[in-house]
């Protein structure tokens, strides 16, 4: 039971974080790592893909971390680590969608001040 609650407390928090941020600002250093972390279940066809401009940042990873790592079909959270390689303002839209098709099924639009 004292496993449960820190995670779901964790789950909670994240999921109250990620209904408001659909839109946000963050700041950011020249070459001094970010992350960008959402809730994802890719087991649906959905997943998250970052759109930015490669000449202020670049993608240095990314990775799927689920919420219970033995259950088949789960969800979890896409984590995306970004290093600014120059100063200024930039934006990176994150598009949650299935590879197969067109239109996206949510978009979040994140301004990066690096300085």
Known sequence: MIV?????????MISLVAQ????LELN??????FTL???SVPTTGYVWDAKFDGEMIRLKDK??????????GGGGIETFTFVPVV???TVITMIHKRS?????AEER???IRIS
């Open 20 to 23: 408001d941020m659909r839109s």
């Open 28 to 33: 950011a250093k020249v070459n001094e790592e």
């Open 63 to 72: 990775s799927f971390e689920a919420n219970q790592p033995l259950a088949i």
């Open 109 to 111: 639009t994140y301004l």
């Open 87 to 89: 100063a200024g303002e």
């Open 4 to 12: 449960y609650i820190p995670l779901f407390i964790i789950y909670l």
């Open 100 to 104: 197969w098709e067109r239109e996206a």
């Open 37 to 39: 972390s959402i809730e």
